[in-house]
T-cell receptor
Framework: NAGVTQTPKFRILKIGQSMTLQCTQD?????MYWYRQDPGMGLKLIYY???????DKGEVPNGYNVSRSTTEDFPLRLELAAPSQTSVYFC?????????????FGPGTRLTVT | AQKVTQAQTEISVVEKEDVTLDCVYE???????LFWYKQPPSGELVFLIR??????QNEISGRYSWNFQKSTSSFNFTITASQVVDSAVYFC??????????????FGSGTQLTVLP
């Protein structure tokens, strides 16, 4: 299993540009999440999904959109990039097992908006 | 609302010293889950441990040990005989049962541990 994969690893955007961060997991996990990590800070939840076709906002959803058309994929869309969105983005997934709340994280995407 | 506080922003120790990383949490739930993750310089997040709120037994795994105390809402992490490879940012996180099936994690701001040779 590859686990959780994210592409790209790095990206530089100009203000106002759009892009999609890709996230794929091959563990058949129902739950998927997007977090952002600002320098020197912990991770904050942007959006999450409990299954295909179901998404919901986290703590910091403004400026982002998500979709979940399949169990495996959970892309994150930035429509009009702003410098405040410069961050490292982590995708994670987990399985709805009452005995295991562990989230498995991807390697992250480092995004710079200038 | 849930909150996780890691008051130690940075800690430096010399190799072979013991070091304890503090984590204090706030929650109104009686059922919740606590986690520790390690983020080495390479940037990925590595799961270390999960603890349920109804299991206050301390845990030891090799050089790592965790002290969970509900009375003080703390879940501290101790590394014994630290090594240079332990240098990383360590995050404590909380998931409340009442957050529903989504089980979102709330992270602390992390503690940067530097182990000097």
């Amino acid at each position: 299993n590859a686990g959780v994969t994210q592409t790209p690893k790095f990206r530089i955007l100009k203000i106002g540009q759009s892009m999609t961060l890709q996230c794929t997991q091959d563990m058949n996990h129902n739950y998927m999440y997007w977090y952002r990590q600002d320098p020197g800070m912990g991770l904050k939840l942007i959006y999450y999904s409990v299954g295909a076709g179901i998404t919901d906002k986290g703590e910091v959803p403004n400026g982002y959109n998500v979709s979940r058309s399949t169990t495996e994929d959970f892309p994150l869309r930035l429509e009009l990039a702003a410098p405040s969105q410069t961050s490292v983005y982590f995708c994670a997934s987990s399985y709805p097992d009452l005995n295991s709340y562990e989230q498995y994280f991807g390697p992250g995407t480092r995004l710079t908006v200038t | 609302a849930q909150k996780v506080t890691q008051a130690q922003t940075e800690i430096s120790v010399v190799e072979k010293e013991d070091v304890t990383l503090d984590c204090v949490y706030e929650t109104r739930d009686t059922t919740y889950y606590l986690f520790w993750y390690k983020q080495p310089p390479s940037g990925e997040l590595v799961f270390l441990i999960r603890r349920n709120s109804f299991d206050e037994q301390n845990e030891i795994s090799g050089r790592y040990s965790w002290n969970f105390q509900k009375s003080t809402s703390s879940f501290n992490f101790t590394i014994t005989a630290s090594q240079v490879v332990d240098s990383a940012v360590y995050f404590c996180a909380l998931s409340e049962y009442s957050s529903g099936s989504a089980r979102q994690l709330t992270f602390g701001s992390g503690t940067q541990l530097t182990v000097l040779p």
